[in-house]
């Protein structure tokens, strides 16, 4: 059988499984009788309208200023310069976890399978959001220290740092990982 008897026979079956068709009728308007009106940002608008009402309204809480309560860590013989690059933002962060409303035991496993899922996926650089710890009264951020310790135990972890303000500041920490 040639590929045109075949290609036929294709055809043949399309035609005799979709049964008998009726045509569509032709318009004699193809296009809109009114120009469409030019786009206008308007939701943009309204966004920025509402920031500007948001911060003229409401009074700064001091809890929301970021003290000098960061975090970092380099790995013992990686150059201080990927630490640098880090805290500048230079990597792309390819994933992210959120600790909020879990307990530390709950926090430590999430984080050992997430990092784990990360490196099998080959994700590089992640954050890590486990909040400032303003609800945890004197004990300090729960999260943030167990997240501390439990990267800096981790083989795989090159580096990390806290975050920049607008990733979270140090509500949350940007993690390098080593490659597999």
Same mark, same amino acid.
């Given at each position: %059988? +040639?590929?045109?008897? *075949?290609?036929?026979? !294709?055809?043949?079956?399309?035609?005799?499984?979709?049964?008998?068709?009726?045509?569509?009728?032709?318009?004699?308007? !193809?296009?809109?009788?009114?120009?469409?009106?030019?786009?206008?940002?308007?939701?943009?608008?309204?966004? *920025?309208?509402?920031?500007?009402? *948001?911060?003229?309204?409401?009074? @700064?809480?001091?809890?929301?200023? $970021?003290?000098? !309560?960061?975090?970092?860590?380099?790995? +013992?013989?990686?150059?201080?310069?990927?630490?640098?690059?880090?805290?500048?933002?230079?990597?792309?962060?390819?994933?992210?976890?959120?600790?909020? $409303? %879990?307990?530390?035991?709950?926090?430590?496993?999430?984080?050992?399978?997430? &990092?784990? *899922?990360?490196?099998?996926?080959?994700?590089?650089?992640?954050? @890590?959001?486990?909040?400032?710890?303003?609800? +945890?009264?004197?004990?300090?951020?729960?999260?943030?220290?167990?997240?501390?310790? &439990?990267?800096?135990?981790?083989?795989?972890?090159?580096?990390?740092? +806290?975050?920049?303000?607008?990733?979270?500041?140090?509500?949350?920490?940007?993690?390098?990982?080593?490659?597999?």
């Amino acid at each position: %059988m +040639s590929a045109r008897d *075949e290609n036929q026979n !294709d055809a043949d079956l399309f035609r005799e499984a979709i049964g008998v068709v009726r045509p569509l009728r032709r318009t004699t308007h !193809d296009t809109p009788t009114r120009p469409r009106p030019s786009p206008e940002p308007t939701q943009s608008r309204r966004d *920025e309208e509402r920031v500007r009402d *948001e911060l003229l309204t409401h009074a @700064i809480d001091p809890a929301w200023i $970021e003290a000098g !309560d960061e975090i970092t860590y380099l790995k +013992s013989g990686q150059p201080t310069r990927l630490l640098r690059r880090l805290r500048r933002g230079l990597f792309s962060v390819q994933a992210e976890i959120d600790l909020h $409303e %879990m307990n530390s035991a709950v926090a430590r496993e999430a984080i050992r399978q997430f &990092l784990d *899922e990360c490196r099998h996926h080959g994700e590089r650089c992640v954050r @890590i959001v486990h909040g400032k710890g303003l609800r +945890s009264k004197a004990n300090g951020p729960v999260l943030k220290q167990l997240t501390d310790g &439990l990267l800096r135990r981790r083989a795989d972890v090159l580096a990390f740092t +806290s975050a920049r303000p607008a990733q979270g500041g140090t509500g949350a920490v940007i993690v390098l990982l080593a490659r597999e």
